[in-house]
């Protein structure tokens, strides 16, 4: 039986919906199954302000909690988007990721939120995969990010958690249930989704699969979004 019955979604403005709701969701899906079964998985979902959170495509979300320095989950999830860079000089946001961290509890991450863990000093030393637009920023800054990229990695050693770009979302969480729940809930509910017909046992497995970016077109990304994502 899995240790983890906490998991917290770290909400701040112009976070990405899709980096946001997808793994929301299917830990919220895992959760009511989970609820069936006697089991219990709390879910929850917010920021250190009140009120709904406004999303960088201009969708409002009402969050279930507000946050408080000395809150403590089993994991802590920050996601990406456009209030990425902003979040990555949060002086709450990355102390509550050291603090995580320096407990012995899992931090993971997707898109920008990355660079969030990278800014809190948690990655020092740590191999990691990141999105494409911070694929060339976050190795000249010192990440060691993995050649070639992948779509997710597990750190289970460190209880890090690093993910691509919002299409690696629904994806990686379904690793993520795998790493801490096994492949039999994971399975259950790729099936559920019907991304376990289309994508198989490489959802289970602790490393995704390459990301194979054209180079031209990573370079486009990069120069559009690495600075927004990780300003200086």
């Known amino acids: 039986m899995s240790d983890i019955t906490s998991i917290h979604f770290l909400t701040f403005p112009n976070v990405s919906e899709q980096d946001l709701l997808v793994p929301w969701e299917l830990f919220q899906a895992l959760a009511w ?4 079964e006697g089991r219990h998985l709390d879910v929850s979902i917010g920021g250190f302000e009140p009120g709904p959170v406004a999303t960088h495509m201009g969708t409002e979300i009402k ?16 996601p990406g988007g456009l209030g990425g860079g902003a979040a990555s000089s949060n002086p709450e946001i990355l102390e509550l990721v050291r603090k995580h961290h ?8 997707n898109c920008s939120g990355v660079g969030v863990l990278f800014r809190s000093g948690i990655l020092d030393g740590k191999t990691i995969t990141c999105s494409v637009a911070l694929a060339r920023r976050l190795p000249t800054l010192g990440a060691d990010v993995l050649s070639p990229r992948l779509a997710w990695h597990v750190d289970a050693e460190n209880r890090i958690f690093t993910s691509a770009g919002g299409g690696t979302a629904h994806m990686s969480t379904v690793a993520l249930v795998a790493q801490f729940f096994g492949s039999d809930s994971a399975r259950g509910l790729a099936a559920n989704w019907d991304s376990l017909g289309l994508l198989g046992g490489a959802l289970l497995q602790p490393d995704g699969p390459i990301m194979d970016t054209p180079v031209e077109l990573a370079a486009a990304a990069q120069d559009s979004f690495e600075m927004v994502f990780l300003p200086d």
Not at 33 to 36: D, K, L, Q, V
Not at 63 to 78: C, K, M, Q, S
């Open 33 to 36: 199954g989970f609820a069936h």
């Open 63 to 78: 969050t279930n909690r507000v946050l408080e320095a000395d809150d403590r989950f089993d994991v802590l999830y920050v």
């Open 102 to 109: 320096a407990e012995g509890r899992w931090v993971a991450s």
